[in-house]
């Protein structure tokens, strides 16, 4: 759900409750990622983020993923 703007014809981007967050850390990194790979599974969707066809867990566990993506050290 969006959220209205104060001024008429704007557009907000977060979702009321959301925010952007800049990781500055190895650790926090860590933890961003283990929370985006876990969403699935603590929404019932999947049994283990693996089964994910959207995530990037396959690619951060070395195996083989579905989605190409860039890895960010």
Do not use: T
């Amino acid at each position: 759900m969006w959220h209205e703007p104060a001024a008429p014809g704007l557009r907000c981007f977060w979702q009321r409750r959301f925010y952007d967050f800049n990781v500055w850390s190895d650790k926090k990194k860590a933890e961003k990622l283990h929370y985006m790979h876990m969403n699935p599974v603590k929404r019932g969707l999947v049994a283990h983020p693996q089964q994910w066809p959207w995530s990037s867990y396959c690619f951060y566990s070395g195996e083989e993923s579905r989605i190409p993506f860039d890895r960010v050290d």
